[in-house]
Protein backbone atom coordinates (compact mmCIF):
# COMPACT_ATOMS: atom_id res chain seq x y z
CA UNK A 1 0.00 0.00 0.00
CA UNK A 2 1.68 3.37 -1.04
CA UNK A 3 2.04 5.87 1.75
CA UNK A 4 -0.12 9.13 1.83
CA UNK A 5 2.58 12.32 1.71
CA UNK A 6 1.00 15.28 2.12
CA UNK A 7 3.07 18.62 0.96
CA UNK A 8 3.10 21.09 3.89
CA UNK A 9 2.69 25.04 3.00
CA UNK A 10 4.22 27.39 5.56
CA UNK A 11 2.52 30.99 5.82
CA UNK A 12 4.96 33.84 5.10
CA UNK A 13 4.18 34.50 9.05
CA UNK A 14 4.88 31.27 10.23
CA UNK A 15 8.52 31.48 12.90
CA UNK A 16 10.58 27.90 12.84
CA UNK A 17 12.97 27.18 15.57
CA UNK A 18 15.57 24.81 15.76
CA UNK A 19 14.43 22.82 19.71
CA UNK A 20 17.57 20.28 19.48
CA UNK A 21 20.51 19.41 17.60
CA UNK A 22 20.44 16.67 14.70
CA UNK A 23 20.14 13.47 16.35
CA UNK A 24 21.26 10.27 13.47
CA UNK A 25 17.98 7.77 12.91
CA UNK A 26 18.36 4.62 13.40
CA UNK A 27 16.62 2.27 11.63
CA UNK A 28 17.23 -1.03 14.03
CA UNK A 29 17.62 -0.54 17.30
CA UNK A 30 19.01 -3.90 17.81
CA UNK A 31 21.53 -3.47 15.04
CA UNK A 32 22.43 0.06 15.35
CA UNK A 33 22.06 -0.21 11.61
CA UNK A 34 21.32 3.76 10.44
CA UNK A 35 18.17 5.28 8.19
CA UNK A 36 19.03 6.21 4.73
CA UNK A 37 17.61 8.47 2.63
CA UNK A 38 16.62 5.43 -0.08
CA UNK A 39 17.43 7.34 -3.74
CA UNK A 40 20.44 9.35 -2.17
CA UNK A 41 21.87 6.72 0.11
CA UNK A 42 22.35 9.93 2.67
CA UNK A 43 22.06 9.47 6.56
CA UNK A 44 19.30 10.64 8.00
CA UNK A 45 18.61 13.17 10.71
CA UNK A 46 15.74 14.39 13.20
CA UNK A 47 15.35 17.65 14.60
CA UNK A 48 12.93 18.73 16.99
CA UNK A 49 11.23 22.16 15.11
CA UNK A 50 9.07 24.24 17.05
CA UNK A 51 6.21 25.57 14.77
CA UNK A 52 4.88 29.07 15.38
CA UNK A 53 2.15 30.08 13.28
CA UNK A 54 -0.83 32.37 13.82
CA UNK A 55 -0.74 32.40 17.60
CA UNK A 56 -0.37 28.55 17.92
CA UNK A 57 2.80 26.19 18.33
CA UNK A 58 3.39 23.18 17.37
CA UNK A 59 6.36 20.85 17.88
CA UNK A 60 7.70 18.97 14.83
CA UNK A 61 10.17 15.89 14.67
CA UNK A 62 11.24 16.31 11.10
CA UNK A 63 13.33 14.06 9.47
CA UNK A 64 16.31 15.60 7.00
CA UNK A 65 19.26 13.97 5.26
CA UNK A 66 22.58 14.80 6.02
CA UNK A 67 22.90 16.76 2.78
CA UNK A 68 20.30 19.11 3.47
CA UNK A 69 21.66 19.69 7.26
CA UNK A 70 22.72 23.95 7.46
CA UNK A 71 26.38 24.54 8.59
CA UNK A 72 25.78 26.44 12.38
CA UNK A 73 22.07 24.23 12.93
CA UNK A 74 21.57 24.20 16.34
CA UNK A 75 19.46 24.67 18.98
CA UNK A 76 17.67 28.32 19.44
CA UNK A 77 18.37 28.97 15.79
CA UNK A 78 15.41 30.05 13.05
CA UNK A 79 15.10 27.60 10.27
CA UNK A 80 13.24 26.96 7.29
CA UNK A 81 12.35 23.44 5.77
CA UNK A 82 12.21 23.00 2.42
CA UNK A 83 10.01 21.05 0.77
CA UNK A 84 8.27 19.92 3.96
CA UNK A 85 5.91 16.66 3.64
CA UNK A 86 3.42 15.15 6.28
CA UNK A 87 2.89 11.22 6.26
CA UNK A 88 0.08 10.02 8.27
CA UNK A 89 1.08 6.45 9.95
CA UNK A 90 -0.54 4.09 11.85
CA UNK A 91 0.23 0.86 13.92
CA UNK A 92 -0.21 -2.07 15.96
CA UNK A 93 1.76 -2.87 18.59
CA UNK A 94 1.38 -5.59 21.49
CA UNK A 95 -2.26 -5.29 20.46
CA UNK A 96 -2.25 -0.89 20.73
CA UNK A 97 -3.25 0.88 17.94
CA UNK A 98 -0.32 3.88 17.77
CA UNK A 99 -0.31 6.31 15.35
CA UNK A 100 0.78 9.80 14.32
CA UNK A 101 2.44 12.04 11.83
CA UNK A 102 5.89 11.57 9.99
CA UNK A 103 7.67 14.88 8.83
CA UNK A 104 10.37 15.06 5.94
CA UNK A 105 12.21 18.14 4.53
CA UNK A 106 14.90 18.04 2.08
CA UNK A 107 16.50 20.40 4.18
CA UNK A 108 16.63 22.79 6.91
CA UNK A 109 18.00 26.47 5.89
CA UNK A 110 18.66 28.58 8.47
CA UNK A 111 17.25 31.94 8.64
CA UNK A 112 18.33 35.35 9.14
CA UNK A 113 16.80 37.97 11.40
CA UNK A 114 16.16 40.56 8.54
CA UNK A 115 14.82 37.20 5.63
CA UNK A 116 12.59 36.85 8.76
CA UNK A 117 11.05 40.46 8.67
Do not use: H
Not at 38 to 60: F, K, N
Not at 84 to 98: H, Y
Amino acid sequence: MAMTRIRVALLPSAVCIAGTDPALKIKDQQTGEVATDRETGASLYTVTVMLMEDGRAEVLKVTVPETGLAAGLKPGVMVRPVDLFATPWARIFNGQLSDGVAYRAARLELVTVEAAQ
